[in-house]
């Protein structure tokens, strides 16, 4: 993996997988799913659910954590991050870590249900 500053990142490719940080705490992986001329991008969360506004997604996640409901993640919809920050800093995966990745994924359990 290695470490980025926000102009660096810019710079990068589309596709990319990623996680913004500070010194030394990382949110989650995300993709960079589009770079815009502004000094801005779109990203991909890996955590997300398909929802249509913040009352929904509330609600649904406190359905998922009361009741136990299961809703799939939403791999179609980006947002835009907007945050101008160009002291961010961006923890970004190489080929040989995202193989890995993909192998340690292929090994792991499904939950019952």
């Not at 997988?17 to 779109?42: S, V, Y």
Request: charged letters at 25%; aromatic letters at 10%.
């Amino acid at each position: 993996m290695k470490i980025y500053r926000r102009p660096g990142f810019l710079k990068l490719p589309d596709g990319i997988l990623f996680c913004i940080g500070k010194p030394w705490h990382w949110q989650e992986p995300q993709i960079k799913t589009r770079t815009h001329a502004t000094n801005d991008f779109d990203t991909l969360a890996l955590s997300d659910i398909e929802w249509n506004g913040s009352e929904d997604l509330l609600n649904k996640q406190e359905e998922m954590l009361e009741t136990g409901k299961s809703y799939p993640i939403d791999l179609d919809s980006s947002m835009r991050d907007g945050c101008f920050d160009n002291e961010q800093i961006f923890l970004v995966y190489e080929a040989d870590d995202i193989k890995a990745l993909i192998a340690t994924l292929g090994q792991c359990t499904y939950p019952p249900g």
